[in-house]
């Protein structure tokens, strides 16, 4: 792979798209996502975070793999019973599987955090690059839009929308409640995504390379999406990947609340909020899911600090 | 979109008589919020084709704003244009729609900027860029379009083309990010090719290789080159015509012999002195004296009159006309006849 030429050939199936220039490496980096990527490769910070995650995301995806307990299983003779050989984290209050409703717990938490972000960002980008790039009022009126949700304060707003919005339904199953959550969520946080888009798109938008595509004839379209969206992503990866541990947080506080995920739904946050009262007598049954909440959220932000370092040439 | 587009606009169909491009009494100003800046103020030049038109000026004179003006890509707001109508094979441009004006950047006519580096996108490789303008507007495939750019490459000149098709920006030379930028620009023949300093950001050996380049292709292709520029040495060699701006205005126009052998405006005159020579070895070297004008604050009568070495009473009430002074050459100066026989001062 070290011949220019055999590279050339090599690389022209994947022509068009961004990942294109991660094509075939001969050694050195080239473009600035090969230059992250040989960046990130080199922090250990990005490959304990990301075996952390992948941990929790296969956890999220397949929890019978780490436990052969149905975490709903309830013997309430076994109410808080501490961890022993049987129960590697003891019982809860309900006298179920604490091991089993830590790993199932997850899933809540991963969906709620990826999806919160890609919704977020999503609208976010679109309101982003629509005020940047049309400017004058448009501009104004997606800057407005946006502060208006910002100005709500983050958990406050959550909770009173949560607490009205919530009863909609008498028995709403587990996809209802997390998607509710989920968007709450997301509605709370796009404007910051919006905010940095814009300001990145703006800090881009006036660059020669662009004053030349138009001058060659590219269409409004083209230079969104070939010139303008790719050289203002970094920033936008970064607080994306940081933010997600952000809304996994605040998950299980809305949920240590009340207002966020309840049952059927199996969340860490529950799990910490019933058993607050039995801290001195039990503590296993709020530690375990503490730790694993506390590990998560810490992997997705160390995964957030390792990208802005590897996007960020400032930084190294 | 992506259709082959054969005949590029369809304005060429009537014969036209006139020159290729034509730029009349074009008006530009930039409203901000210490007041309006009038940047272009009347100017009226042409080109035809194989023809090259060198536009001389410093900073803020308007040069660079006419050209953008002219591709239509100047930001507006805060740039206006005032008035005036800018032909393209006798079709206004300014009165165009969007979409059909889009059509005709690229094709019929394309543009080079002064600092490649910053005008060629840093995440696409080159190759993908060059072939981008097939791919684009002539619906090539991606593997068509590659071999178009490698043509290109070679056409102007970069070696082993094949080789850094996949190279990014950033691992060229200034000259050869030049060259690429000049690849791009005529990848689809455009008809008239304007060049904003496009040597600018180059040291002096490749500047030449730059202006031979630009200078060959023109030949190839017989298109219409506008070469702006505040250096003098390098229209010399290029350019058929020259146009002296200052403070939003043509102050003179001449064939290039005329205007060096003898300057018929005060600024070029200045202009011409300012360039060192051999033998002013061990002298000072001469500069028009002040600074360019505010264009927010333009003084009054002729523009240039606050650094004029030959300023008499109307020059600070009058402004002058721009006005044939002796066969095809034009000054805006009220004692031209003075200066082109030298003996005013």
Not at chain 1, 43 to 51: E, G, N, T, V
Not at chain 1, 56 to 77: C, H, N, S, W, Y
Not at chain 1, 298 to 311: E, T
Not at chain 2, 41 to 53: M, P, R
Request: net charge neutral; with cysteine; glycine share 8%.
């Amino acid at each position: 792979m070290s011949d220019p030429v055999t590279i050339q050939t090599a690389g022209v199936a994947a022509g068009g798209e961004v990942q294109e220039t991660t094509a075939p490496g001969s050694g050195k980096p080239r473009s600035l996502w090969q230059d992250a990527w040989a960046e990130l490769r080199k922090q250990p910070l990005f490959w304990i975070s990301l075996a952390l995650l992948a941990v929790f995301i296969v956890m999220a995806i397949f929890p019978q793999l780490f436990t052969g307990k149905d975490p709903a299983f309830a013997e309430l003779r076994r109410s808080l019973e501490p961890p022993s050989a049987a129960a590697w984290f003891g019982y809860d209050l309900q006298g179920r599987d604490v091991y089993a409703r830590t790993i199932y717990g997850a899933r809540a938490s991963v969906v709620v955090g990826v999806l919160t972000t890609v919704l977020a960002v999503l609208v976010g980008v679109i309101m982003g690059v629509i005020g940047g790039f049309a400017g004058g009022w448009v501009d104004s009126l997606t800057s407005r839009i946006g502060e208006i949700f910002i100005g709500v304060p983050y958990l406050l707003g959550a909770i009173l929308i949560l607490s009205t919005v919530a009863p909609a339904q008498e028995n709403p199953g587990a996809v209802l409640i997390t998607a509710v959550v989920i968007i709450v969520l997301s509605v709370l946080s796009w404007p910051i995504v919006a905010r940095i888009a814009r300001s990145s798109l703006l800090s881009v938008k006036h660059a020669d390379y662009v004053l030349a595509a138009r001058a060659l004839g590219a269409s409004p379209g083209r230079i969104i999406f070939r010139h303008l969206l790719p050289n203002s992503l970094a920033p936008i990866i970064v607080v994306a990947t940081i933010s997600m541990g952000s809304y996994i947080s605040a998950e299980a506080t809305l949920s240590f609340l009340g207002v966020g995920l309840r049952a059927p739904v199996i969340s860490w946050g529950i799990a910490i909020a019933d058993h607050t009262d039995y801290l001195r007598t039990a503590l296993h049954a709020m530690l375990f899911p503490s730790i694993f909440l506390s590990v998560c959220v810490l992997a997705f932000v160390m995964l957030g600090d390792a990208v802005r370092s590897a996007l960020d040439p400032k930084l190294r | 979109m992506t259709k082959a587009v054969t005949e590029p606009v369809s304005s060429g169909d009537r014969p036209y008589s006139g020159s290729l491009l034509e730029v009349e009494d074009l008006q530009v100003e930039f409203r901000t919020q210490a007041g309006v800046a009038k940047a272009v103020n009347g100017v009226t030049y042409s080109v035809d084709a194989g023809e090259t038109l060198a536009v001389l000026g410093e900073s803020g004179s308007g040069k660079s704003v006419t050209a953008q003006t002219i591709m239509g890509i100047l930001d507006m707001p805060p740039g206006v244009v005032r008035g005036g109508r800018i032909r393209f094979r006798g079709v206004d441009l300014l009165t165009m729609p969007e979409a059909e004006r889009r059509k005709i950047r690229g094709e019929g006519i394309s543009m080079i900027f002064q600092d490649a580096l910053s005008a060629l996108n840093p995440l696409f490789p080159v190759g993908w860029q060059i072939g981008e303008m097939f791919r684009v507007h002539r619906g090539l495939s991606k593997k068509q379009a590659y071999a178009k750019a490698v043509e290109l490459m070679d056409r102007v000149r970069i070696p082993a083309a094949k080789q850094r098709l996949r190279d990014f920006p950033h691992q060229f030379s200034g000259g050869m990010r030049q060259r690429i930028m000049i690849a791009m620009a005529i990848a689809l023949d455009p008809e008239v090719l304007i060049a904003d300093e496009p040597t600018t950001a180059l040291d002096v050996t490749v500047q030449a290789q730059i202006m031979d380049l630009l200078a060959e292709l023109q030949r190839e292709s017989n298109m219409a080159l506008i070469l702006i520029t505040h250096d003098l040495g390098v229209v010399a060699d290029v350019a058929h015509k020259i146009a002296v701006m200052y403070g939003g205005r043509i102050v003179e126009q001449a064939s290039v012999f005329d205007l060096y052998a003898k300057p018929a405006h005060p600024y070029t005159k200045g202009l011409l002195d300012s360039i060192p020579r051999v033998d002013q070895k061990g002298q000072d070297l001469f500069a028009i004296k002040g600074i360019p004008p505010n264009l927010l604050h333009m003084p009054s009568g002729c523009a240039f009159h606050p650094r004029c070495v030959f300023k008499r009473d109307n020059c600070t009430t009058d402004v002058p006309a721009l006005l044939t002074v002796e066969g095809p050459r034009r000054s805006a100066c009220h004692y031209s006849r003075e200066v082109l026989d030298g003996v005013a001062g």
